[in-house]
């Protein structure tokens, strides 16, 4: 960024500090702008993060990276983060402390002393879960009702709430029974319809009840279940339940956004061999260290394959050509099967399939591999036959390939669906294993053929 | 699928059918349970077709793949599917009679024709737009009033559209001036709370009528900058607007979830070489074909990368150890470009990074490519040296992995952004040119380094 930018950052944060922009900026907007400063004079940077008010020093500060998260902590005093966490909902309070605590266990443990009881509960609860349980991902902040209340009393508690900066981005009232169990669920665009005046239990008995009956998820189901879910019946919100059936908490539209969005970049950088934690730091080391680590196991599996190489390299000495063509066999087998794994992969991740359409989708993708692997098997030949002026070895070119491009196919669709089954994350090292076995095979198939057709 | 599960398929909706079941099925199961049901027999499949109502035949339809709406479009009267139609919101009536359009252009005309005038209009005016459009997104279906109106008489309006099932969904209301100029809206959560006698216009100049001003995108925006808007703000529903401001229609949290995660797959799937729309196809022949192109153009490319090899080939003659190490120079090349490839391309389409970042990502990629690339040379450099027992090789093979991790992680960078620039998706055919040249400059500084070195 050049100083011509850096000043219009510093003139934007200038009149949002003085509240004078037109349109609100955003969290996200702030910390870009943050971070752009930061790389290009660090006092002006550190005299920017101390200006932001804590409405905002929250939101903020769960935008930036580990980095400057670290100055944000070192910067600003104890007692204005706990104030900047009082502002935050529960599940984004509980994620910022956690990060705060990757940083420095001794700050977080402060800050979370200085909350209030209510919030110290809330950041306990939620930290409970894991990072796949569907609890990490709810707030407490809801708007709910006992069945036997008065819609009008609902009302005016929604009033109280709101007014104290309690609740936003509210859809429904959720209503519970004595117990607290979630019993049923209106959108506000009808409760905006009944007569407040009216119990709810009976204004639910003279509409349809069934029709209330809510979409609730368990605390503890996998987050990816409950957000095929949300999208299968294009859900606004969804509820959290306890196994009692107890209402403990909502997972909003917006936390939905960012999981979908998340995901896949987790499962595309999973499958190039990347990190994507590590690749979120500005820093190099840990993005390095994360990529070389699967380098290094890519290394190793291509030495195994290659040293397949080695058990013909009379033959290869003695017809140099397959050191050319040999290349040209794994490429193909690798693309094929990386073409299957990715669909396999991809369609595991939406539930498209699971692991008992196994043989289903194993005749989809042999069968195109097989295709593919006669139309360029059949190609290949011909052009080898013509470059080296020799049949046989169009013929051994053809046979390798049909064989290579259909056993990739094979494993492309085994090796996810293998990994699914074990409960390991199909994106992960698939594709490092899938192109050890079509390299392997690529050139055990062609150097083996031409050993045996042409010396 | 087994006799049982197709058993099991069968009993759930004939349930479904008689209402008897506990949970509602939604569109997306039902459209799974027939296309399970096609494949084992096909007469059971239609007579369950044939008894769809019209309230979810639309929905179900929407959910099945190209090969199943051919059936549903021989084997059900023009009038029931215009009786589906009319129960859609206007965003799925168009994307519907566009689907039934490439299958079947007459009757889509015949059911078009059918449809009531304003539903046509919708149509009409969604149709217009292209792809890539917020406008294609939107549904004119939404809650509205007119400034000068009482709030109450808004809400009978509500009353009346969401009895005659016009309206679902609805988390605001949006608020026009006398020319239809979008200029507030108010979430209903607070709605809710203010005098309903009150007119519109009076209960927000009492309030903050910035904190009313609305999130709007208008309708010839890229639908991408409308998501990233929707996800910077959290916002549960986006309002579209044309050039002058007058409110067109609205685009929901489901909606953004559904564009989110098909982006992500077809990202997923163009870095693959794969089709998005075609994989949705159940024939293999589609399918099959999309892939073949891709397919068709890597070969080309690897018979470009490999014929290099052939300008070595009495280097090759004289020492074959180089055609088993040659692979691993060109997999490592490959394998670091494409982390670099992933990352650039994930964070352009994330907003992360634009082209004007070029300089600062270049230094990122191509520093972590350096050091991969020394570290990975040095290990290299040791393993051949010890396995040929040749120092010399040692030393080749360390020079061109440095020099072929290095450059791997520039083009990786490189491409991305170019194609961004020149404006084409930097998903699509960015991964076969990237290993053309890392395959290239891996045999190339491979071997060249041998010939003069070694030999």
Not at 15 to 23: G, H, M, T, V
Not at 97 to 104: E, N, S
Not at 165 to 181: A, P
Not at 250 to 272: C, K, M
Request: aromatic share 8%; net charge negative; proline share 2%.
């Amino acid at each position: 960024m050049n100083t011509d930018d850096i000043e219009e950052v510093q003139k934007v944060l200038d009149l949002y500090l003085k509240q004078d922009l037109e349109n609100e900026l955003s969290a996200y907007d702030i910390a870009q702008h943050l971070k752009a400063l930061k790389y290009h004079d660090e006092d002006t940077y550190t005299s920017y993060l101390a200006r932001l008010k804590t409405d905002v020093l929250g939101d903020v500060a769960i935008e930036l990276p580990e980095s400057l998260l670290k100055d944000v902590i070192e910067n600003i005093s104890t007692d204005k983060m706990v104030e900047a966490l009082e502002e935050l909902e529960s599940d984004d309070q509980t994620d910022l402390l956690q990060y705060i605590k990757d940083i420095d266990e001794d700050k977080a443990k402060e800050i979370f002393d200085g909350l209030d009881k209510e919030d110290q509960a809330d950041v306990l609860r939620l930290g409970s879960y894991s990072d796949d349980e569907s609890g990490a991902y709810m707030q407490t902040e809801l708007f709910w009702a006992y069945a036997d209340e008065k819609l009008g009393d609902a009302v005016t508690r929604l009033r109280e709430q709101k007014n104290a900066g309690e609740l936003e981005n509210i859809s429904q009232l959720f209503i519970v029974n004595n117990d607290k169990i979630l019993k049923y669920t209106i959108p506000l665009e009808e409760l905006i319809l009944f007569d407040f005046s009216k119990k709810l239990q009976q204004i639910i008995q003279e509409h349809e009840p069934d029709y209330y009956s809510p979409y609730a998820a368990l605390d503890t189901q996998d987050i990816k279940d409950t957000v095929a879910l949300v999208q299968e019946y294009d859900l606004n919100v969804i509820a959290v339940v306890d196994s009692k059936g107890i209402l403990l908490g909502r997972i909003t539209a917006d936390d939905i956004h960012d999981f979908i969005q998340e995901s896949a970049t987790e499962q595309i950088y999973n499958l190039a061999g990347l990190n994507d934690e590590a690749e979120e730091e500005d820093t190099l080391a840990k993005a390095g260290k994360a990529r070389a680590i699967w380098l290094f196991i890519n290394l190793f599996t291509a030495i195994l394959s290659s040293s397949i190489i080695g058990i013909f390299d009379e033959t290869i000495a003695s017809y140099v050509a397959l050191a050319v063509l040999m290349p040209i066999v794994a490429s193909m087998g690798g693309n094929t099967g990386t073409q299957a794994l990715t669909v396999t992969v991809r369609r595991l991740t939406l539930g498209e399939i699971e692991f008992k359409d196994a043989k289903y989708v194993l005749k989809r993708e042999v069968g195109i591999s097989i295709i593919n692997g006669i139309i360029f098997g059949a190609v290949m030949g011909i052009v080898s036959w013509l470059w080296f002026d020799k049949a046989l070895l169009g013929l051994v070119i053809a046979c390798s390939m049909i064989v290579n491009l259909s056993l990739a196919g094979f494993f492309g669709t085994v090796i996810p669906l293998t990994l699914k089954r074990l409960n390991i994350d199909p994106a992960v090292g698939s594709a490092v294993l899938l192109t050890t076995f079509t390299d392997s095979i690529g050139f055990f198939s062609f150097l083996g053929l031409a050993k045996w057709i042409l010396i």
